[in-house]
């Protein structure tokens, strides 16, 4: 059982995203917040809202979009583990010519609808494993945020990626210092320092480094 609306306007209304002044999504001030209040309303356990924030990988490569619009213009884009949809809706802002984004958790797919709508755009939105999304159809530009968590699922995702980019789509690779981002094979173009929630985090700052695959 997805929010109701009440319940996402009360604890998730839209806002803007830090950095990105143009783009809106739902997001909570207080997650544990949200996160009791969803399950008091579904009488069940859910599981944690991540899709209620905009993790520092997905705000910086939005943010990285909007200064380069000509990576995305004219382009087919998946947002690869999408969460709440920002960065497909930034590449759509900023001129690509389709945006796709997939997810294993959907809640976080119905998120990322109701953001795109927000936002007034039109984006593909799918539930599915994004290792075989990857596979599933061509794209010019495939977008990676915060998505190197466990180890076996990491390895699996880069495959995909370096299969996709042996077929001409452009990989680029946005990661906050999560454990199993691979140490070689990647270039980096970009660093940026951001401010993060302490109680999700466990630390008030992280530097996003932007990498393609070479």
């Known amino acids: 059982m997805n929010p109701s609306p009440s ?18 999504a739902h997001q909570a001030s207080d997650l544990f917040a949200l996160w009791q209040a969803w399950e008091e309303e579904c009488g069940a356990r859910r599981d944690v809202p991540y899709w209620a924030i905009v993790w520092p ?12 619009p000509t990576l995305v213009q004219g382009r087919s884009v998946l947002d690869c583990g999408c969460g709440g949809g920002v960065t497909a809706i930034a590449a759509i802002a900023n001129g690509a010519r389709r945006a796709a984004g997939c997810d294993l958790d959907l809640t976080a797919v119905g998120i990322a609808q109701l953001n ?18 990857c596979a599933a159809q061509r794209f010019d530009l495939i977008l990676v945020a915060d998505l190197f968590y466990q180890k076996e699922f990491s390895v699996s995702l880069l495959a995909a990626l370096a299969a996709a980019q042996a077929q001409g789509a452009e990989i680029l690779i946005a990661d906050s210092g999560r454990p199993f981002l691979p140490k070689e094979g990647l270039r980096e173009i970009h660093a940026q320092a ?21």
Do not use: M
């Open 7 to 24: 319940l996402l306007g009360q604890y998730a209304p839209p806002s803007a995203v830090a950095g990105c002044p143009r783009l809106l």
């Open 57 to 68: 990988a997905a705000r910086v490569l939005s943010q990285y979009l909007f200064a380069n």
């Open 194 to 214: 951001v401010t993060t929630s302490f109680d999700i985090e466990g630390c008030r700052s992280r530097t996003v480094r932007l990498f393609r695959l070479p």
């Open 116 to 133: 795109a709508a927000v936002n007034g755009v039109s984006i593909d939105f799918e539930h599915r494993d994004v290792v075989e999304c």
